[in-house]
């Protein structure tokens, strides 16, 4: 008799848990989140769909955009978030660890997450899946912290010698920093460098990249009035990015004939789905934004911004926040008879290039531009 009670409380429990997840993933099926809501959502009333917490899902946004500047860590993020009143589910102060959960949780980005598996949210997200992606990326990539006992020279680890190829050091002696190569590679004839010879031409490499106010506003007016252009083409992009939807739909249908078929097991079948579904969110997005306006205008604008940062910087900026700039536009820095070279990256390659129309005047008293200056302007959109 015994043996029978266990045997039929086990069967209770076995068809209890069936039945939970039946209903959990019939509601993410439908785009409803089946657990408690995550940090910056609350769970409507009735509906059960996600809300976006207004305090709470301001915060979380700050969260993403602050660490997709590169600026913030982890542990910096939770100590702001914290001081600012955000709060875990139950009420505790946020570790870096949870501040690394949300960043990594799709949900944010309008997606659901279960069990390694996503679905289309039918909530608001919080962020757009360009955002979340950055991110993302960017936590694929992080390091270490340097260690501590490191001197914390200005230049550490940026420069290498032009002539040998060996790491630029640094060292304090009488009262003054100075670079030298390490020469551990053998003789090399570089000889010191001080640091403040160093600091002025950081500062000049990062004047070279900058706009002054009147050019960035004339660019980004001009980049609005193309956007306009582009917005009268609305219905014909629209109508491609639904062909493109309905085409994700088709294929995620084949997919599941396929799976119920057992011609791929779940691992296969669930990574071919994650990146459909990813897929349809960032169509979803933009088909949002006018003929894909929103997809070059913002970062166009923030890069014509970063721009006018690198001209204010270049004038009175302090010495480590020029270095800062300067590590987001150069890479292979080198120095070489106390003069640095360097390679400008991305969309940086593209103003280095537009030099000599820099130079040009760039408006008229009626306010127009020059070809050269129009040149810039439609380099800098594309290179976004």
Not at 90 to 99: D, M
Not at 218 to 247: C, P, S, Y
Not at 267 to 272: I, N, V
Request: hydrophobic residues 35%; proline residues 4%; positive net charge.
């Amino acid at each position: 008799m015994l043996t029978l009670a266990f045997g039929q409380s086990k069967l209770y429990v076995d068809n209890l848990s069936d039945t939970i997840k039946r209903s959990h993933r019939q509601k993410l099926k439908n785009g409803f989140w089946p657990n408690a809501a995550p940090t910056g959502y609350t769970l409507h009333p009735t509906s059960k769909a996600l809300v976006i917490e207004r305090e709470a899902g301001a915060l979380v946004r700050t969260a993403f955009e602050r660490y997709a500047s590169g600026n913030y860590s982890a542990a910096q993020l939770a100590v702001m978030l914290g001081e600012q009143g955000l709060r875990g589910r139950w009420g505790g102060g946020l570790t870096p660890q949870r501040v690394l959960t949300i960043l990594r949780n799709p949900v944010y980005s309008g997606l659901l997450r279960h069990n390694g598996e996503l679905y289309e949210g039918n909530h608001d997200p919080l962020v757009p899946k360009s955002l979340f992606d950055r991110v993302q990326e960017m936590l694929s990539r992080a390091r270490r912290p340097k260690t501590r006992s490191l001197k914390p020279f200005r230049y550490r680890g940026l420069f290498s010698c032009a002539e040998c190829g060996c790491m630029i050091t640094s060292e304090k002696q009488k009262g003054h920093v100075y670079l030298r190569c390490t020469k551990r590679k053998g003789a090399c004839s570089q000889s010191y460098t001080r640091e403040e010879h160093i600091d002025e031409q950081v500062r000049q490499a990062v004047a070279s990249v900058g706009f002054p106010g009147t050019i960035t506003r004339w660019v980004v007016n001009q980049l609005k009035a193309e956007g306009r252009e582009m917005a009268q083409g609305h219905q014909e992009f629209v109508d491609a990015i639904d062909r493109k939807l309905q085409t994700c739909d088709t294929k995620l249908d084949r997919l599941l004939s396929v799976f119920l078929a057992h011609h791929i097991d779940d691992d296969e079948y669930q990574t071919h789905k994650n990146k459909l579904v990813e897929e349809k969110q960032r169509l979803r997005e933009q088909r949002q934004s006018p003929a894909g306006f929103a997809n070059w205008f913002e970062p166009a604008v923030e890069f014509m911004m970063a721009c006018n940062t690198a001209f204010l910087l270049g004038i009175n900026g302090k010495p480590d926040d020029i270095l800062k700039f300067f590590k987001k536009v150069g890479s292979n820095c080198t120095i070489q008879n106390a003069k640095i070279t360097w390679e400008p990256v991305g969309a940086w390659k593209t103003i280095v290039a537009q030099r000599p129309f820099r130079n040009q005047r760039v408006f008229s008293s009626a306010g127009s531009s020059p070809d050269g200056d129009h040149k810039t302007r439609e380099s800098i959109r594309c290179a976004q």
